[in-house]
T-cell receptor, first 112, second 115 residues
Framework: SQKIEQNSEALNIQEGKTATLTCNYT??????LQWYRQDPGRGPVFLLL?????KEKRKERLKVTFDTTLKQSLFHITASQPADSATYLC???????????FGKGTTLSVSS | EAGVVQSPRYKIIEKKQPVAFWCNPI?????LYWYRQNLGQGPELLIR????????DSQLPKDRFSAERLKGVDSTLKIQPAELGDSAVYLC?????????????FGPGTRLTVT
């Protein structure tokens, strides 16, 4: 079955540094990969989507890479701010392309 | 544009009681999803609707859970009877299309506590 692993449950960094979160997957090759942000008591919010034929995608201070050989996606937040503190979820489409499978998430804490 | 609306936001019930959650998706979104999210975990799909048709309910515990989406808009998820293990956040999401590659828009969720 499809498995998704996000490298760590928690990541603590200082303001201004670049945060890098990792998402690894096994057992299949998704056509799409998405990243969501979730704040406490709220639903996930879509951030970025990257397709299997795309190596990298950027949006403001966010950058996502997708390495289908390594079966890994990296999510970067440059010039991090305390407001970036949240849980970040990686999600892949299932083999049928009909649903998203989410990782457990990585909780990022940015200290000033 | 209004987002996905869910109610209630919180619900506390005793085990064996019934409970229902309501969702109003973003206008024009054909696909509606119900997810369950346990503490420290990512959301897990329970059921997906394309308009009024349930096209993926393989993860829905059908002995106690039921769902409907009348007229292809609002949806209701019901649990009867509730068990202690059903305590979780129930999230509703919608997307423009159910095919891969479309972002999903989530509601705030209903936090269910079963005592």
């Amino acid at each position: 079955s499809q498995k998704i692993e996000q490298n760590s449950e928690a990541l603590n960094i200082q303001e201004g540094k670049t945060a890098t979160l990792t998402c690894n997957y096994t057992n299949y090759s998704p056509a799409y990969l998405q990243w969501y942000r979730q704040d406490p008591g709220r639903g996930p919010v879509f951030l970025l989507l990257i397709r299997e034929n795309e190596k990298e995608k950027r949006k403001e201070r966010l950058k996502v890479t997708f390495d289908t050989t390594l079966k890994q996606s990296l999510f970067h937040i440059t010039a991090s701010q305390p407001a970036d503190s949240a849980t970040y979820l990686c999600a892949l489409d299932n083999q049928a392309g009909t649903a998203l499978i989410f990782g457990k998430g990585t909780t990022l804490s940015v200290s000033s | 544009e209004a987002g996905v609306v869910q109610s209630p936001r919180y619900k506390i019930i005793e085990k064996k009681q019934p409970v229902a959650f309501w969702c109003n998706p973003i206008s024009g979104h054909n696909t509606l999803y119900w997810y369950r999210q346990n503490l420290g975990q990512g959301p897990e799909l329970l059921i997906r609707y394309e308009n009024e048709e349930a096209v993926d309910d393989s993860q829905l515990p059908k002995d106690r859970f039921s769902a409907e989406r009348l007229k292809g808009v609002d949806s209701t998820l019901k649990i009867q009877p509730a068990e202690l293990g059903d305590s979780a956040v129930y999230l509703c999401a919608s997307s423009l299309d159910g095919k891969g590659g479309y972002e999903q828009y989530f509601g705030p969720g209903t936090r269910l506590t079963v005592t």
